[in-house]
């Protein structure tokens, strides 16, 4: 992993901040800290960091307040490293744009596979998005690889960066269906590591953005017992 990857470390913990500082300097990264929600703005803004690895208790503005603020201007990969492990938190991580919830107490080994795991699909992604940046045209979707926009009726709907990823990629294969497992993969390098439930909730989250009556999507069909597919004729694809 490149030593130009840059990683901001928002939390108020100065003895996990320092743990996670020396770990990933020790892999040669380049690490920013923050200990509070303003100060994880302001870092966010003026460095654009590769990654952020974001606490969710923090004094002032919580962890999924800062998502939410940096969701409005920037995909960079977010992972949660917090102690509040509940199934709703890990939804509404994700749900705000999230990435990757990691919990309390965590393997400094696991963490560090896990970031570099998500730079390495965020720099192919990137890389993907160069070589392919024809647009697809659906009667009432526009899919943009190009500037991330979508529109949906000639309006804008904001999308996390897997979002976009998981959209993009079932809406260059309409009618293939794939597996929860195979999606799975596709925005994480290892199946293993972490719960595919994480696929359901993005496809419930792309749903309410993009359908008009998200309990009977029209774009995102589920097939019992095997997955999802996008549901339409292919694409236009425009220049």
Known sequence: MSSKNTILIVDDDQEINELLTMSLKREGFHTLSAYNGVDALKAAQEHAPDLVLLDVLLPGMDGFQICSEIRKTSNVPILFVSCKDEDIDKVLGLGLGGDDFISKPFSPIELIARVKAHIRRSNLLHKHEEE?????????????????????????????AKEFKLLFHLAKNPNRVYKNEQLFSLLWDDVHMGDTHTVMVHIYNLRKKLEKNPAKPHYIRTIRGVGYKFNDKPAEFID
């Open 132 to 160: 392919t940046d024809k647009t697809l045209k659906f009667d009432q979707l526009l899919i943009d690889p190009a500037t991330h926009l979508v529109l949906v009726d000639n309006k804008p709907v904001s999308l996390s």
